[in-house]
């Protein structure tokens, strides 16, 4: 069965830094393009990267071009997102997915930035 | 980047009865449309995609229809289960997949 555990959300300051983790289990991580899709607390859904099996290609959303890094370490069946220079709009929950439909949701994992 | 567009933005109707969303698609995704349930303090759950498969373990009182701009998602026999928020989603032409901003469908 897949799973996608999302973990590493909190509470931080404008321009802080926070590092998002995802764990996949019951698939093989590597064959798959992976994608965090975050929803703000007004329900809005909001695609934010896509990584491929390889990690060689990457993809971002304008809104968080050159602030926010997505990686993977396949070894370890992990999905990250490094996000800096955060603002008060990024404040959302945050899920990590397989895509193209999203088949499988984790939790979510909440971010909430705030002075 | 492909705006999608749900219609209505709240929708009530009885138990029973049944429900008919409308999600736009600002140019053509021909069938990759996708349609998820959301309730309160839950992540979406996939319900249709391919515009019209149901997911696995979706009651067929759930079903999809339409291509290129214009989709249904219909729920005959509304459960009280039922009542919650809709999202439809494109992923034909990615990046980004893009979603709608949701219909809330609620106990008349």
């Known amino acids: 069965q897949v799973q996608l555990v999302e973990s590493g959300g909190g509470v931080v300051k404008p321009g802080g830094s926070l590092r998002l983790s995802c764990a996949a289990s019951?698939?093989?991580?590597?064959?798959?393009?992976m994608t965090w899709i975050r929803q703000a607390p007004g329900g809005e859904l909001e695609w934010v990267s896509y990584i491929s099996g390889s990690g060689d290609t990457v993809y971002y959303a304008d809104s968080v071009k050159g602030r926010f890094t997505i990686s993977r370490d396949n070894a370890k069946n992990s999905l990250f997102l490094q996000m800096n220079s955060l603002r008060a709009d990024d404040t959302a929950v945050y899920y990590c997915?397989?895509?193209?439909?999203?088949?499988?949701w984790g939790q979510g994992t909440l971010v909430t930035v705030s002075s | 980047e492909i705006v999608m567009t749900q219609s209505p933005a709240t929708l009530s109707v009885s138990p029973g009865e049944r429900a008919t969303l409308s999600c736009r698609a600002s140019q053509s995704v021909r069938r990759s449309l996708a349609w998820y349930q959301q309730k309160p303090g839950q992540a979406p759950r996939l319900l249709i995609y391919g515009a019209f498969t149901r997911a696995t373990g979706i009651p067929a009182r759930f079903s999809g229809s339409g291509s290129g701009t214009e989709f249904t998602l219909t729920i005959s026999n509304l459960q009280s289960e039922d009542f919650a928020v809709y999202y439809c989603?494109?992923?034909?032409?990615?990046?980004?997949?893009?979603f709608g901003q949701g219909t809330r469908l609620e106990i008349k």
């Open positions: 019951g698939f093989t991580f590597s064959d798959y393009y």
């Open positions: 997915l397989r895509p193209y439909y999203f088949d499988f």
């Open positions: 989603q494109q992923y034909e032409n990615w990046p980004p997949v893009t």
